[in-house]
T-cell receptor, first 117, second 112 residues
Framework: SAVISQKPSRDICQRGTSLTIQCQVD?????MFWYRQQPGQSLTLIAT?????????ESGFVIDKFPISRPNLTFSTLTVSNMSPEDSSIYLC??????????????FGSGTRLTVV | SQQGEEDPQALSIQEGENATMNCSYK?????LQWYRQNSGRGLVHLIL?????REKHSGRLRVTLDTSKKSSSLLITASRAADTASYFC????????????FGKGTTLSVSS
């Protein structure tokens, strides 16, 4: 399965600023996903990012707030813009890979713990 | 969107006891997966059960799936303190190769 390097692992940011989170994959993958996990909650899908096309955002998430780049098949970034304390969450990227057992599977980054003060 | 509802939300047991967590989902699925998350960190894939399977085992884990009830259960036998974590079910909402949609999760605490 793929290995994902997600950076930064954590950050404390001032409100009104922006933070860009990076995910680097050790192999080429078609589909990448970004999730948000608010404190004590489950994972909520923010968007799906395919290389060469605009990201597809889920209800409640907009490109102006969470712009995503996907310049190639191994890399993606998620920016959290104009942050407020409500954006304090763990952000995770995930990729769709293929394996023999299931024909496809998912790998997750280790997450970015963001605190906005 | 959130697919499943986990039950219970929190579970506290003693080492050696069995832990059972339940998950319900809303749409058709190709498969259902269970993940573990320690202390809000990255997710660890535990087990996958296909929609045409009813039960699956992996070590101390046993997963059942009832597609007629749109529900699944995860049983951890002979729990250990190291099993303390949050457990989530996730499905693909019937579309292979799309994003996983997660349930709300069960927080398991195993005390020694």
């Amino acid at each position: 399965s793929a290995v994902i390097s997600q950076k930064p692992s954590r950050d404390i940011c001032q409100r009104g600023t922006s933070l860009t989170i990076q995910c680097q994959v050790d192999s080429q993958v078609t589909m990448m996903f970004w999730y948000r996990q608010q404190p004590g909650q489950s994972l909520t899908l923010i968007a799906t990012a395919n290389q060469g096309s605009e990201a597809t955002y889920e209800s409640g998430f907009v490109i102006d707030k969470f712009p995503i780049s996907r310049p190639n098949l191994t890399f993606s970034t998620l920016t959290v813009s104009n942050m407020s304390p409500e954006d304090s969450s763990i952000y995770l990227c995930s990729v769709l890979t293929h394996n023999r057992a299931t024909n496809y599977g998912y790998t997750f980054g280790s997450g970015t713990r963001l605190t906005v003060v | 969107s959130q697919q499943g509802e986990e039950d219970p939300q929190a579970l506290s047991i003693q080492e050696g006891e069995n832990a059972t967590m339940n998950c319900s989902y809303k749409t058709s699925i190709n498969n259902l997966q269970w993940y573990r998350q320690n202390s809000g960190r990255g997710l660890v894939h535990l087990i996958l059960i296909r929609s045409n399977e009813r039960e699956k085992h992996s070590g101390r884990l046993r997963v059942t799936l009832d597609t007629s009830k749109k529900s699944s259960s995860l049983l951890i036998t002979a729990s250990r303190a190291a099993d303390t974590a949050s457990y989530f079910c996730a499905t693909d909402e019937g579309q292979a190769g799309t994003a996983l949609i997660f349930g709300k999760g069960t927080t398991l605490s195993v005390s020694s």
